[in-house]
């Protein structure tokens, strides 16, 4: 899956949301000073960002499996200790952190039970492990019109809406799998504004995620009339893109 993309491009493609999201999620989360926390799926940082913020450089760490991430994260927040590596296998002793989050990344882990369940083993007894991801399933995500648009293209293809903790329930349900008996399901939502039509499409033909891997199977005819199908949704301007993303907050 086109996650291998430059921090720039994925910045532009999920950066603009997941930035908003963050202050969201935390909130959610309960994160507060004192705290050690752990952003697993870091990305090129958004979470990890507001984490430093909230908490101090020296009290957050995080992890990847992405190289090109890391190395633009450790460019951007070198203070910070970043590690490439997997959810399913996280290079932490066990009772580490206060808080371990798992920002939209949840649907993309190889092993999603096995992922919480190393977010709960390095999260100290008491402390909580929160992820959130988007609502693909109900249409409610900043892709959404994407995948609408190729519906039209071609009937019954590719969508978002069946991967894991998509839907209405199931995140709570992994975490359920996991071993939390202690979890709070949630929404939380965000509202971005973009200038033109063009600005919320170049981005997501820069080949990042399921959306770049679907664009890049696509000739250039279907290319062409996936955009003009996206177009035909959204206003050519003034763009308010609207995401909500389901939240788990369970206690270890």
Known sequence: MGFEVGADAYGRFMGRYSTPMAE?????????????ALDVGC???????VLVRELGAEAVCAIDP???????????????????????????????????MAQLVVPFMADPVAGLREMARVTRPGGVVAACAWDHAGER???????????????????????????RGHLAQLFAEAGFEDRVESELT??????????????????TGPVGDHYARLDEEKRQALREAAA????????????????VVGRV
């Open 24 to 36: 969201e999620f935390i909130c959610a989360a309960g994160v507060r000073a004192g705290q050690r």
């Open 43 to 49: 990305g090129p940082g958004a979470l990890t960002t």
């Open 66 to 100: 992405s190289e090109s991430f890391v190395a633009a994260f450790r460019d951007r927040l070198p203070e910070v200790d970043v590690r490439r590596g997997s959810a399913e296998a996280l290079p932490y002793d066990d009772d580490t952190f206060d808080v371990a």
């Open 232 to 247: 035909s949704l959204m206003p050519a301007t003034d763009l308010e893109i609207t995401g909500t993303t389901w939240c």
């Open 190 to 207: 965000i509202h971005v504004h973009l200038p033109t039509f063009e600005d919320w499409w170049e981005p997501m033909t820069n080949g």
């Open 141 to 167: 995500t900043p892709l959404t019109t994407y995948w609408r648009a190729a519906e039209r293209v071609e009937p019954g293809g590719a969508s978002e809406a069946n991967i894991p903790g998509c839907r």
